[in-house]
Structure formats: C-alpha cells, structure tokens
C-alpha cells in the first residue's frame, strides 16, 4: 500500500508513476477525498473550540443568574454538526482506505519502462542448450512414456489442471525441494519454515492478494480461510503486526508449501503438462530487511535462486520486468526463464521481487532502529527458489537421450537414493 502522505504530496509524481504500468486509474478521486477529509478536520476542530468557547460562556451566564438558553441550543446545534462530521468524516476514510489498497505500487527508477513482457530486457544468460541429434520431446510426452506422469489419471481425480506423479516422478520431485531446501538453508543463510497451508483475510491483505486478485484464490466454504496461492503469503505474515529490532535484520526464511491457484486469467495458456496447474509445489524464500538493504539483498535472493539452476546444469537467463509487465506490488522484479528444449522456448521459473515498504505498510511490519525514536517500516522481498514442477519439466527436457531415458543431474543423485537414469519400469 503507498503512502497517503507520499501521494498527498507527490500525487503528479505518483500518477505519472502508475502511468507507466499502464495503470490508467485517476488519482483525482484520491485527490478530491483527501481534500474533503482535511476540510472536514478542520472544520470539525473549527467547531470543537467554538462549543468549548461556547460552554465557557453558558458557565459564566449561570453564575450571573442570566439566561443562557440561546448559547444552550447553539452549543447543541454544534454538537449536532460535529457528530455529522464525524460520520461523513469515517466514510471519506474507509473510501480512501479501499482506493489505497486497488492501487499497484510504483516502479523503481531503475526499472524499464515498457508496455508488456515483450519489453523486458535480458541481464545475463548462463549455461549452454543442449545439442540433440534427435528432436527433443516435450514434457508430457516423456512422462508418459516413462511412466511417471499420469495427466488422465490425475483428471479423473480432480479435473484439468492437476498432475499425478508416480514411481521415479514423484521421487524426482521429492528430491528436488529437499535439494532446493538443503542449499537455501546450510548454504544461503535461510531459516526453514512449515506453515499453514490456509489463512485468514487478513494475511492475504497483508501481501495484495486481497482485495484485488481474490477470482485467482480458492476460498473454503464455510469458513474465514483461503488456500494459500504461494508461500509468500503465510510466511511474509509472521511478523505482521510486530515492530522487529534492527540487529535481527535481515530476516531470511525458506518454506515449501503447495501452491493452490485458480489461474482465472489464463485461459488457453500452458494447457498441457505441468506449467500451470491449479496445485503445485514451490520453495519460497522471504527477506525482511532494512530499507537501506533492501536493492542489494534482492541481487542476493536472485543469486540464490539462479544457483539451484547452476548446480541443475540447466541453462537460464535473467531478465527485469518492465513496468508494464511489473507485477502488483513489486517496485522490481528479475524472472529467471529456463531453458526447454521440447518446447524451444524460455519459461519463467522464479521471480524475485523487491516490495519495498509496500506490504510492510499493508501488514504493518516495523523495526526499531537502534539509537534513534520511533520505529520504521521494513522492506520485503521474496522469490521463487524454485517453482519444483516446473524445475522438473526443466529437467526432463533437458536431461532426455534419445532412447526416451533421462539422466538425472550430479546434485540430485544423492536425493534419488544413488539413481542416474530414469528409465520405463517394466
């Protein structure tokens, strides 16, 4: 959420800002409301030490024995108006309230300024693409030959958009998130996390999902809970509502939670295999930081998410999202995109995002800086490390030989009980 003061005062500035995004929301509406509501302040204050004055009055009347009758009913009349006010003044800020939390936060100076992502703009590659001598197949279609994918089966289930892993599958799939988590944690400097998979509202207030975005969450009938849509959601809320010390930061948590989305602006895209599905498993890591820290930590947290990429030996490119493409309540944002050789194109595995200061405001998340009065807002920021499906359809599409097996990488081999090769059970 931005500032009311910051908008106040740069409310220009700000809508230009927006403007970038493509956001053609009018800022007038905030504008007119903020002067109503500071109108309404001072009159209400106006009116208050008028009736002060007023009662004042009526007091020294009285003592007098004089008639105070009249001052009586203008003090009335006062009240009358302050109490309506009052009422006018409490639906000015609920109205202001709710357009504080539909509007994205503002790009970073640093970030490109572009219409969609076909404006993002590369930072670095890394890796080779594999050579076949032989036209590399799609996920789905190694799956099923392997046997360790069972898309029919899964729809049966629970529909499209699901996927049943089985034998060597769902190993693979095992192996990487403990892999992801034993790097992040023994090697990156993260806190593991197990949280809950549902929250309240008000988590979801906290991170932007709501109230924009509530048609992409699944809700539970019946009861004040949502299906979490990332890790990001219950884990960015430990600290809500807490003021943290300066000496604890940064804080850095890894989780591993499914992911429960409806993907209701996504008709027609990634319908095949396992690039976008309704439930799936991501590791997700999460940073508090001071402001001050917070542009060189999101390099960090990028860094850490491209290394699982590298020990894979999958090849990757960086890019940073122009405004257009600029995600709600990100003020920058890098997408790792792999490499698939069956589909012959990139596709985004993670992305890494600073928040600065706009979910801190939302959940309300301070520190305490040491040796001075008051508190802060932290920056947040958080980041795939990996999206573990879709590491898998990495994996196979670019591990695959041309007898249909696939070889699995060095650093998951001690995670698959010592197996190299995924091949047809017979």
Not at 23 to 30: E, P, Q, R
Not at 95 to 103: A, E, F, N, P
Not at 296 to 302: C, F, N, Q, R, V
Not at 347 to 356: R, V
Request: aromatic share 8%.
């Amino acid at each position: 959420m931005l500032d009311a003061k910051f908008l106040r005062e740069n409310l220009d500035y700000a809508a230009s800002r927006l403007a970038t995004r493509g956001d053609a929301a009018s800022l007038d509406l905030f504008r007119d409301l903020d002067e109503e509501r500071r109108a309404l302040l001072q009159e209400t204050e106006d009116m208050k030490a008028l009736r002060n004055a007023e009662s004042a009055q009526i007091g020294a009347l009285r003592k007098q024995g004089l008639d105070a009758k009249e001052r009586q009913d203008a003090v009335r009349s006062l009240g009358e108006r302050i109490k309506a006010n009052d009422e006018r003044l409490k639906v000015v800020e609920e109205k202001l309230s709710g357009i504080l939390l539909t509007l994205a936060n503002l790009p970073h100076e640093s970030v490109p300024v572009g219409s969609d992502e076909s404006e993002n703009q590369e930072v670095r590659a890394w890796g080779e693409k594999p050579a076949f001598d032989f036209d590399p197949l799609p996920h789905w279609d190694l799956g099923e030959m392997l046997g360790i994918i069972d898309l029919p089966r899964a729809a049966k289930l629970s529909g499209a958009r699901f996927s049943l892993l089985t034998g060597a599958g769902a190993r693979l799939e095992r192996a990487l998130i403990n892999f992801m988590l034993d790097l992040h944690t023994l090697e990156h400097g993260y806190t593991e996390v197990l949280t809950p998979f549902m929250v309240q509202p008000p988590s979801l207030v906290g991170t932007a999902q709501l109230p924009k975005f509530e048609e992409d969450l699944f809700h539970v009938e019946g009861g004040e809970f949502y299906l979490i849509p990332t890790a990001e959601v219950p884990v960015t809320n430990i600290h809500r509502e807490e003021i943290l010390a300066e000496s604890a930061l940064p804080i850095r948590y890894a989780a591993c939670t499914p992911c429960f989305r409806k993907e209701a602006g996504s008709h027609g895209k990634d319908t095949r295999g396992l690039v976008r599905l309704h439930q799936f498993n991501k590791v997700e890591l999460v940073k508090f930081t001071r402001p001050e820290d917070s542009y060189e930590e999101l390099e960090s947290l990028t860094r850490n998410a491209e290394e699982v990429l590298k020990r894979l030996g999958l090849p990757y490119r960086v890019v940073v999202l122009c405004t257009g493409d600029l995600g709600f309540a990100s003020a920058k944002t890098y997408d790792l995109e792999v490499w698939l050789p069956g589909q012959q194109t990139y596709k985004e595995i993670s992305s890494c995002s600073n928040f600065e200061d706009f979910q801190a405001r939302r959940a309300q998340i301070r520190y305490r800086p040491e040796g001075a009065k008051g508190t802060r807002l932290v920056h947040t920021l958080n980041g795939s490390g990996l999206a573990v499906g879709r590491c898998m359809v990495a994996l196979l599409e670019n591990y695959q030989r041309a007898d249909g097996t696939v070889v699995i990488p060095e650093a998951l081999r001690p995670y698959m009980g010592g197996l190299d090769v995924i091949r047809r059970e017979t």
